[in-house]
T-cell receptor, first 115, second 114 residues
Framework: DTAVSQTPKYLVTQMGNDKSIKCEQN?????MYWYKQDSKKFLKIMFS???????INETVPNRFSPKSPDKAHLNLHINSLELGDSAVYFC??????????????FGPGTRLTVT | AQKVTQAQTEISVVEKEDVTLDCVYE???????LFWYKQPPSGELVFLIR??????QNEISGRYSWNFQKSTSSFNFTITASQVVDSAVYFC???????????FGSGTRLSIRP
């Protein structure tokens, strides 16, 4: 069984379009995250939700909007896509937001290419 | 402020050699957690280990070992008798106890040549 799953795995789209990436975890974790990995492999957190409540909102353009319908799902919607949005987006989850049991488990990633 | 430095951008060794990946961190917290993740060519991120700041015991798991030294703020990772399947990008990461955010280093690309 896949612990953290993301769809789609690849996404190719044109500038100006709006797209969504979906994430689901079946680990029973309370906290979920979105990360962006750029072409140099640098990983940076974008958002985090704990029990459907936004707890981390890094400096990200407001074209990016996360949505958590329940604690097992965290989706990422991107409006007006730009070339610089091309990256691999990783979803992750952890048992709790803080405390010791907080290693994060990652999904397989979504490679977004904006042309 | 928290920071993780992986000074080795790329390492290439011949199979069966031992290799150590360096990680140096900065934090003002007295309680924090350190992690290593592996990203193989297939792209997924695989959790390898978590170490708590109050536990300085070194850890060994098969061919993998980790050396945590608070005195030098380092959490180094050694692969013994490396294999081609160890080829990947390895990330060291840090989380302060009161935070949920993990800060990742820039990664070390390890290539194991047959």
């Amino acid at each position: 069984d896949t612990a953290v799953s993301q769809t789609p795995k690849y996404l190719v789209t044109q500038m100006g379009n709006d797209k969504s990436i979906k994430c689901e975890q079946n680990l029973g974790h309370d906290t979920m995250y979105w990360y962006k990995q750029d072409s140099k492999k640098f990983l940076k957190i974008m958002f985090s939700y704990n029990n459907k409540e936004l707890i981390i909102n890094e400096t990200v353009p407001n074209r990016f909007s996360p949505k958590s319908p329940d604690k097992a799902h965290l989706n990422l919607h991107i409006n007006s896509l730009e070339l610089g949005d091309s990256a691999v987006y990783f979803c992750a989850s952890s048992q709790v937001a803080t405390g010791t049991s907080n290693e994060q488990y990652f999904g397989p990633g979504t490679r977004l290419t904006v042309t | 402020a928290q920071k993780v430095t992986q000074a080795q951008t790329e390492i290439s060794v011949v199979e069966k050699e031992d290799v150590t990946l360096d990680c140096v961190y900065e934090t003002r917290d007295t309680t924090y957690y350190l992690f290593w993740y592996k990203q193989p060519p297939s792209g997924e991120l695989v959790f390898l280990i978590r170490r708590n700041s109050f536990d300085e015991q070194n850890e060994i798991s098969g061919r993998y070992s980790w050396n945590f030294q608070k005195s030098t703020s380092s959490f180094n990772f050694t692969i013994t008798a490396s294999q081609v399947v160890d080829s990947a990008v390895y990330f060291c990461a840090l989380r302060e106890s009161s935070a949920s955010k993990i800060i990742f280093g820039s990664g070390t690309r390890l290539s194991i040549r047959p």
